[in-house]
């Protein structure tokens, strides 16, 4: 029997550190800036306040972030139990708002729980809605591209620029002390798209190749385009849309769904 009470014992404990543990590294993951997640804040502060294994705590003050949160959490308690002790909980102004956030707590609640609770649409809705909005799932065209402005009164620019005709020519330091002004360059993660781009140098841009160079008039300014690269106009593939499509159309199903409880509530109001 006391073996048995000693394994008891030992299991308790062992749960009592991975629910600590698990605890410690949700407020990690969704922590930003320090801000408390939406974790039921006294029963976080309790059990760290009551916990005596070295360990977690140790796991804390390793993580600055992670331990100042805890920190928030224990401060915040202590001024509500303060608040509460001073009577402020009995103010007009303060149950005022304690009961709208509890409404609106209770409604948002009300609101997930119908979202929860809605089913799945079938595969065929998911892929009639797909095909009705390709136009939501398609990627326009894109360029890579640099362009540089270039003073016409430049003799020096002008003469490096005027018979410049693939990157091949372009020497890029050479043209930058010469005078020009890049304000457009290309990026490793930005294309860019025709809303992005002069309506004038986009299409230069279509009718170029890869590593072309253009000169280009806009008003009384004269550019330099470099095309990089191009990438066409793409529809993406359903199974990558999938799960975008489910939420969209579950959201519109509970909103729908919500409406109409709405309606019931204000005709049993007699509104």
């Known amino acids: 029997m006391f073996y048995l009470w000693r394994m008891e014992k030992q299991i308790m404990k062992n749960i009592k550190i991975t629910l600590i543990f698990l605890i410690i590294t949700s407020i990690y993951i969704s922590q930003t800036n320090a801000q408390p997640p939406a974790w039921d ?17 140790d796991a804390m003050k390793n993580n600055q972030s992670l331990y100042l949160n805890y920190q928030y959490l224990l401060i915040e308690q202590e001024i ?9 909980c009995e103010r007009m102004d303060v149950i ?3 009961q709208n956030s509890r409404r609106t707590i209770l409604v ?4 997930e729980d119908i979202l929860r609770k809605m089913p799945d649409p079938p595969m065929v809705e998911l892929q009639v809605y797909y095909n009705k909005h390709l136009n939501q799932y398609t990627l ?13 009164n430049n003799d020096k620019l002008m003469g490096l620029v005027k018979n410049l005709k693939t990157s091949k020519q372009f020497d ?33 841009l279509q009718k170029m190749k890869n590593l072309d160079m253009q000169l280009v008039k806009l008003n009384s300014s004269l550019f330099l385009v470099h095309r990089i690269n ?9 199974k990558h849309v999938l799960n975008d499509i489910l939420v969209k159309i579950k959201n519109a199903q509970a909103e729908a769904v919500w409406q109409d409880y709405l309606q019931n509530v204000k005709k049993r109001l007699a509104f």
């Open 140 to 152: 326009p065209e894109t360029f890579k591209i640099d362009v540089f402005e270039i003073d016409t």
């Open 108 to 111: 948002n609640a009300m609101k």
């Open 41 to 57: 804040r006294a029963v976080i502060a309790e059990i760290m306040r009551e916990n005596s294994i070295k360990g977690a705590h």
């Open 230 to 238: 191009y990438r066409e106009k793409v529809v993406r593939p359903f």
């Open 80 to 88: 509500a139990q303060e608040a509460v002790k001073l009577g402020l």
């Open 96 to 98: 005022h708002k304690l």
């Open 172 to 204: 890029l330091q050479e043209l930058l002390q010469a005078g020009a002004k890049k304000i457009m360059t290309e990026s490793k993660t930005n294309w860019f798209t025709e809303k992005q781009i002069h309506k004038k140098i986009f299409l230069a």
